[in-house]
């Protein structure tokens, strides 16, 4: 079976560019989450998707990110403009139904630096 | 969802058993205990979890106490790929989001 694919793996740019990350989880996955772990730091949710309906965005930054799931399946999830303090790596995580029991499947990650 | 709290650091010598602690005092009768690894430059990687019973599989145990306010994870025979962040998670099934904390950074030595 194959995992959680993202892309790029790695992604600088300067502060106030735009940039976009991708994600395409477990095929036949419902539900969809990106996370932002700042170095040093646990992994911290920003949104999560059912299908392609947003569940939660509640820690999401919505004056500069954003994000998408066209058709319930990729996903991608962008930051415009970029900040310094967004540096970090966002992961992509999926889960087969939205239950306390699913175990959530990561991605490597997306290295943002921004400069 | 209810707070944990894991010692920073930990070191293990290679092939002995790594035991990890975990206390959540505050957690609820309907949360579970869930344990994720992070591997430097990789994604968490799901270990175990469980309810109130303990849990084995193919890569570690997992121990719960009675009263469910701490837990510890054993990995039975560490070896250098087990060097690693451990996250313990009390989750709750009224949704489906980990909320991770800073996580133990176990270092297997050989």
């Known amino acids: 079976e194959a995992g959680v694919a993202q892309s790029p793996r790695y992604k600088i740019i300067e502060k106030r560019q735009s940039v976009a990350f991708w994600c395409n989880p477990i095929s036949g996955h419902a539900t969809l989450y990106w996370y932002q772990q700042i170095l040093g730091q646990g992994p911290k949710l920003l949104i999560q998707?059912?299908?392609?309906?947003?569940?939660?965005d509640s820690q999401l930054p919505k004056d500069r990110f954003s994000a998408e799931r066209l058709k319930g399946v990729d996903s991608t999830l962008k930051i415009q403009p970029a900040k310094l303090e967004d540096s970090a790596v966002y992961l992509c995580a999926s889960s087969p139904r939205r239950v306390a029991i699913d175990t959530q499947y990561f991605g490597p990650g997306t290295r943002l630096t921004v400069l | 969802d209810a707070k944990t709290t894991q010692p920073t650091s930990m070191d293990c010598a290679e092939g002995r058993a790594a035991n990890l602690p975990c206390n959540h005092s505050?957690?609820?009768?309907?949360?579970?205990v869930y344990w994720y690894r992070q591997i430097h430059s990789q994604g968490p990687q799901y270990i175990i979890h469980g309810l109130k019973n303990n849990e084995t599989n193919e890569m570690a145990s997992l121990i719960i106490t009675e009263d469910r306010k701490s837990s510890t994870l054993i990995l039975p025979h560490a070896t250098l790929r087990d060097t690693a962040v451990y996250y313990c998670i009390v989750r709750s099934n009224a949704g489906n989001m980990l909320t991770f904390g800073g996580g133990t950074r176990l270092m297997v030595k050989p």
């Open positions: 505050t957690i609820s009768g309907n949360e579970y």
């Open positions: 998707f059912q299908n392609n309906g947003v569940v939660d």
